[in-house]
Each structure stands twice: as structure tokens, then as C-alpha cells.
Nanobody
Framework: QVQLVESGGGLVQAGGSLRLSCAAS????????MGWFRQAPGKEREFVAA????????YYADSVKGRFTISKDNAKNTVYLKMNSLKPEDTDVYYC?????????????????WGQGTQVTVSS
């Protein structure tokens, strides 16, 4: 079992920045992919970014490319999502996810392990 604990959400004005953290523990593996997803009430969970366990391969949704950066601290088994130039439409609950070589890094249904979520609210 893998446990994921997110932190770092909050309220920020449009144009501001936040950094989310996701600490992984338990049965982690060097074949794991770590991802960030977000979800608004009544909507489907949406892919944001993903990173390979070693941190060298990164993927981004088009909507966040150039504004968000995913990174990984291997010593701490922690994944970060640095969010810059935030927009009101980035307001969502953000979830950390992990799985061993998911067949699709963008599909939330391919991830087994999930954190509890952290709220990000961007005011205009």
C-alpha cells in the first residue's frame, strides 16, 4: 500500500503562486509515476501533470503548460507542483496520485493510489 499526503493548498489572488506537496510512503517503487489531478464539483477529474519516479520525465496538460512545474525530491519521496500565474479557472480540489507504470498517465482511472485532496482557490 502506498500512502499519499498532500499539503500546500489555499487561497490566492489571480496572478499569484502556490506550491503543492505530496509525500509518498509505504510500498513505493522506482517504476512509479506520480501525478497531479484536479476536480471541480460535478465535473470529471482532470489531468494536470505527471512525473516519473526518478523525476526525469514530465508531462503536462496543455492548460497548465508554461505556468505549472512538477518536480520530485527523491530523498524525501515528495512530489511538488509549483503553480504560477494562477487564474480563477484553476480553482479546484487538487489530488496527488501514484501507480506503477500506468497505461495512460493522463487517465485518472489508471492510478490506484490517491491522496485526500487539497483545495486551491484563486480569486479574481
Amino acid at each position: 500500500q502506498v500512502q499519499l499526503v498532500e499539503s500546500g493548498g489555499g487561497l490566492v489572488q489571480a496572478g499569484g503562486s502556490l506550491r503543492l506537496s505530496c509525500a509518498a510512503s509505504g510500498g513505493t517503487s522506482t517504476n512509479m509515476v506520480m501525478g497531479w489531478f484536479r476536480q471541480a464539483p460535478g465535473k470529471e477529474r482532470e489531468f494536470v501533470a505527471a512525473v516519473s519516479w526518478g523525476g526525469s520525465i514530465r508531462y503536462y496538460a496543455d492548460s497548465v503548460k508554461g505556468r505549472f512545474t512538477i518536480s520530485k525530491d527523491n530523498a524525501k519521496n515528495t512530489v511538488y507542483l509549483k503553480m504560477n500565474s494562477l487564474k480563477p479557472e484553476d480553482t479546484d480540489v487538487y489530488y496527488c496520485a501514484a501507480d506503477v507504470r500506468p497505461s495512460s498517465y493522463q487517465d485518472p482511472g489508471k492510478y490506484t493510489y490517491w491522496g485526500q485532496g487539497t483545495q486551491v482557490t484563486v480569486s479574481s
